[in-house]
């Protein structure tokens, strides 16, 4: 009980992991992986703090496999988190918005974990200092990908029983494709990091949302938030309405419903940085609905379904709210391919329902 808690006492991420180590709710591979993510996530802290110092902002002259200039930082923060997760040995294959395709870890001690992730999303924002984030999913090791080739030539990874690793990566790249290929409802843990105010890393791994505030003292993650539920309704919405004309009726008429005052005399107020990790975080404390909607120029909207649309569906869920496509939810969705995108309008339940009718 807080009488007997030392006021000196606090939980770090470190001390708050080996508990549910500890008490079986991950095992002891899962820790080291979330370590490993959360070592990254201060590392692109620090650059992202000091990024006009050290001539980080700016793009990187590169585009990447979809099309979007990559930024110097995306490709900083892509091999920051890359290296940590490689060293921690516990991961298989790792997928990133910032690669083309997957990527067999070649030197996996044990666990073998899948992680997807987008190293630093919303990196628009970066050049004048606003928000941005790390998003990331734990999918349980896939013997698809981890299985062994017959030795006729050709190079194989390793398997959980075999801990030394030969790979040739065009052979296993297809395996690893179909692996990381699984619908959200298998996650294990997600998460992210929000550069902001404050460093704000959110994680669940399965038994609900947990928020840790880095103390810049300290240098570690501190719990500030247990078990976060976000509330059931909530009058702000974000969308980028600057796509209104390209929208379809039925949305449309969804988001005028919105400006009507209504009995309470209040309409939403709208509220959009742009940067998925910042507005969900809003979004989840406050209430409310994030939404990026399919329009006439982009079919599936914008937000890919691995590394952004499913790990923040899975941390929604595990806080009582909701992530649908508009008709079905997005962790039942199956991708063909890794940077699959899908519209998504994530947060309060009620708000999701509501815009679910509309476009029914
Ligand atoms: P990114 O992964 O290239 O950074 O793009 C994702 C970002 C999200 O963070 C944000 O919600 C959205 O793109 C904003 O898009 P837009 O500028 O079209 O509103
Ligand atoms: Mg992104």
């Not at 080291?32 to 992202?48: D, F, H, P, R």
């Not at 999913?137 to 990908?145: K, L, Q, T």
């Not at 919105?258 to 406050?286: C, N, Q």
């Not at 923040?312 to 969705?333: T, Y």
Request: hydrophobic share 35%; aromatic share 8%.
């Amino acid at each position: 009980t807080s009488s007997t808690k030392s006021s000196y006492e606090l939980v770090t991420l470190t001390t708050w992991l080996l508990k549910q180590e500890q008490a079986g709710v991950i095992d002891n591979e899962m820790t080291i992986v979330l370590a490993s993510i959360s070592t990254a996530c201060k590392q692109i802290a620090a650059l992202v703090l000091r990024a006009p110092i050290s001539n980080l902002t700016g793009v990187q002259g590169a585009v990447n496999v979809q099309g979007e200039d990559q930024k110097k930082l995306d490709v900083i923060s892509n091999e920051v988190f890359s290296n940590c997760l490689k060293s921690s040995g516990r991961t298989g294959v790792i997928a990133s918005e910032e690669e083309d395709v997957p990527v067999a870890v070649e030197q996996s001690y044990s666990g073998n974990y899948i992680v997807v992730f987008d190293p630093l999303d919303g990196s628009s924002n970066i050049d004048a200092a606003v928000s941005t984030g790390s998003i990331f999913g734990i999918y349980a090791p896939n013997d698809e990908c981890l299985a062994d080739v017959e030795d006729n030539g050709t190079a194989f990874r390793v398997t959980n029983a075999s801990p030394t690793v030969r790979v040739q990566l065009d052979s296993v790249e297809q395996r690893c494709v179909v692996s990381v290929c699984q619908p959200g409802s298998n996650l294990l843990a997600a998460g992210y990091c929000m550069y902001s105010s404050s460093v704000i890393f959110v994680l669940t791994v399965g038994t609900g949302v947990y928020v840790f505030t880095l103390d810049p003292m300290y240098g570690e993650f501190v719990l500030t938030q247990e078990k976060v539920q976000i509330p059931k309704a909530g009058k702000i919405y974000a969308f980028n309405e600057g796509n209104f004309a390209l929208w379809d009726d039925k949305l449309k008429r969804y988001m005028d419903s919105l400006k009507e005052p209504g009995d309470s005399g209040k309409p939403y107020s709208a509220r959009y940085i742009g940067s998925l990790v910042g507005d969900f975080h809003r979004t989840l404390l406050y209430g409310g609905i994030y939404g990026y909607p399919r329009d006439k120029k982009s079919k599936n909207g914008k937000l890919r379904l691995l590394y952004e649309c499913a790990p923040m569906s899975f941390i929604v869920e595990q806080a009582g709210g909701k992530g649908s496509d508009g008709h079905q939810r997005i962790l039942d969705i199956t991708p063909t391919e890794i940077h699959q995108r899908v519209p998504l309008y994530i947060g309060s339940v009620e708000e999701v329902e509501k815009v679910e009718k509309f476009l029914a």
